[in-house]
């Protein structure tokens, strides 16, 4: 079974460029997470869905960050204008609620670096 | 205080040894424990999971939680080199206890396993 796919694994971007990073989670998941994970702040919770509904955004650092889920298959998240203090490695996640599991496992990762 | 606290380390063992990796948390209500690793420039990997007091163990890994201390560790028998590597502890409040699927995460402890 094919884990979480992430694309681009690695992004290099001017400031001020729109930057988009897709995932695909697991087949059968209804949760979906993306984080960030900087050496300061470690890994922080940006958003969730739950099948393909946002449930908590709660994370979003601020209105530049956008994300999507158009269907159980893909999901977006979107920087724009991007800056600098965006480069960070972003992670999707997803899982299954079933109650007293809600394991969830990381995609590869995308690296980004604004410039 | 942090809600997931972990000695960020480096935790030095010798090859053969146990490696005793702590954690606490804050949140009385968490009810589901986790452990991740990930190496240097990867993602994280879920290694352990736990949701009752007590110990559970799978091959050379042994999760302990003792939820009146609000204290989870992970022993790590045998330690190879191929073990070194960042150990995230985390922890989740279901959605029973309103806290929907969220995992909140320590910032790390980093693990040397030396020969």
């Known amino acids: 079974d094919a884990g979480v796919i992430q694309s681009p694994r690695h992004e290099v971007t001017e400031m001020g460029q729109e930057v988009t990073l897709r995932c695909k989670p697991i087949s059968g998941h209804d949760y979906l997470f993306w984080y960030r994970q900087t050496m300061m702040r470690g890994l922080e919770l940006l958003i969730y869905?739950?099948?393909?509904?946002?449930?908590?955004d709660s994370g979003m650092p601020e209105d530049r960050f956008s994300a999507k889920m158009p269907n159980a298959s893909f999901s977006t998240l979107k920087i724009q204008p991007s800056e600098p203090r965006d480069s960070a490695v972003y992670f999707c996640?997803?899982?299954?609620?079933?109650?007293?599991?809600?394991?969830?496992?990381f995609g590869p990762g995308t690296r980004l670096t604004v410039t | 205080q942090k809600e997931v606290e972990q000695n960020s380390g480096p935790l030095s063992v010798p090859e053969g040894a146990i490696a005793s990796l702590n954690c606490t948390y804050s949140?009385?209500?968490?009810?589901?424990f986790f452990w991740y690793r990930q190496y240097s420039g990867k993602s994280p990997e879920l290694i352990m999971s736990i949701y009752s007091n007590g110990d559970k163990e799978d091959g050379r890994f042994t999760a302990q939680l003792n939820k009146a201390s609000q204290y989870v560790s992970l022993l790590i028998r045998d330690s190879q080199p191929s073990d070194s590597a960042t150990y995230l502890c985390a922890s989740l409040r279901d959605i029973l206890t309103g806290g929907g699927n969220k995992l909140t995460f320590g910032t790390g402890t980093q693990l040397k396993v030396e020969l």
């Open positions: 996640a997803s899982s299954r609620g079933l109650a007293g599991t809600y394991e969830q496992y």
């Open positions: 949140d009385r209500v968490s009810q589901s």
């Open positions: 869905f739950n099948n393909n509904v946002p449930i908590d």
